[in-house]
């Protein structure tokens, strides 16, 4: 079961993501023990959409370089360019992240929503 994380903000703790900001955010996946599970040789994909029928508004991956997997670590870092997240239209989407082993294992680590917004500077 994945665990959900909204990319939202909710009170006094900021999580959207600003028009024209750089996007940066690590994760630890650890274990029902709080091991931090090995990631080596695993690949990661995220798509964020505005409902399940539309088309993909921002694609992070292992293979486009927007997430790097940090082996023994158990780190999951997305890294978005601030030129890149200005090409987003405001509102919020939808998102999930999954990660596949060597051995074609597909797990969906998190999912949940995206806020996007304006950036009042330019």
């Known amino acids: ?4 994380f909204d990319f939202i903000d909710e009170g006094q703790v900021r999580r959207a993501v600003y ?12 274990d029902a023990d709080g091991v931090a599970v090995d990631l080596t040789g695993y690949s990661a994909s995220m798509q964020v959409r505005k409902s ?5 508004a921002l694609e992070l991956s292992t293979v486009n370089s927007r997430i790097t997997l940090g082996g023994a670590a158990g780190t999951v870092t997305l890294l978005v ?3 890149d997240t200005a090409t987003i239209d405001v509102g919020q989407y939808f998102y999930d992240l999954e990660l596949t082993s060597g051995s074609s294992v597909v797990t ?15």
């Open 1 to 4: 079961m994945a665990a959900t």
């Open 19 to 30: 028009r024209g900001e750089t996007l940066q955010r690590v994760f630890t996946y650890k």
């Open 81 to 83: 360019s601030a030129t």
């Open 108 to 122: 969906r680590l998190i999912e949940g929503r995206l806020q996007v917004k304006e950036a009042y500077t330019r």
């Open 52 to 56: 399940l029928t539309d088309g993909v």
